[in-house]
């Protein structure tokens, strides 16, 4: 009875255990809110690149065949050179910002998770494994998103940030932008 019990409670504990919360912390090995990162893949002048549009400050990074773009959010209360969300969205040829921007020699963007441009919704979900939300558009459009606050999740411990959230957008089930971070306060 006793071994009965404790395979029991090894058996849920591991079932728990992979249904915990993992969250995308980086792209292309640059991580949330760490100036290291962001230093070491773009390079020590890239703080000359940001940009304000929106009332946010911000670095637009463009794959090497500028098909994908990257935005780095810079929050109030940021370290110097550290961003606290990223957004990856396609870019239709020839639509490229009029603003200043960084190019990045990377075929893709791709998180931590493995997610990219271009997966289907199934494969999102699979990849990070716990429940999102899904919301239908009119223009036929799905988001899928999520969004945590603090609690005992490490990702709070670890940044020391309150909200952390990700948003994934498909057309015809295809993976058209998502982003990831930590909202601003």
């Known amino acids: 009875m006793r071994i009965f019990i404790l395979i029991l409670i090894m058996l849920l504990y591991m079932r728990s255990f992979s249904q915990s919360f993992v969250p995308d912390t980086s792209i292309n090995r640059i991580v949330l809110v760490d100036s290291t ?3 070491n893949i773009l390079g020590k002048d890239c703080r000359n690149f940001l940009i304000e549009d929106n009332d946010r400050y911000k670095i ?3 794959n090497k065949d500028k098909s994908e773009k990257l935005e780095m959010i810079f929050h109030e209360g940021d370290n110097r050179n550290s ?3 990223f ?3 396609k870019i239709k040829k020839g639509n490229i910002t009029t603003h200043k921007f960084l190019i990045l020699n990377e075929d893709h ?3 931590a998770r493995d997610i990219k441009l271009g997966l289907s919704q199934k494969s999102v979900e699979l990849k990070l494994g716990f429940a999102l939300t899904q919301k239908q558009s009119t223009n036929g459009e799905v988001t899928l998103f999520f ?3 603090t609690n005992k999740d490490p990702i709070f411990t670890n940044y020391n ?3 952390y959230y990700g948003e994934y957008v498909f057309r015809n089930n295809c ?3 998502f982003s990831f971070g930590f909202e601003e306060q």
Request: glycine share 0%; proline share 4%; aromatic share 12%.
């Open 83 to 85: 961003f606290s969300e």
């Open 175 to 177: 993976l058209i932008s």
């Open 147 to 149: 969004r945590r606050e």
């Open 60 to 62: 637009i990074v463009y």
């Open 161 to 163: 940030m309150p909200i």
């Open 109 to 111: 963007f791709k998180s």
């Open 37 to 39: 990162s962001v230093l």
């Open 87 to 89: 957004m990856i969205s």
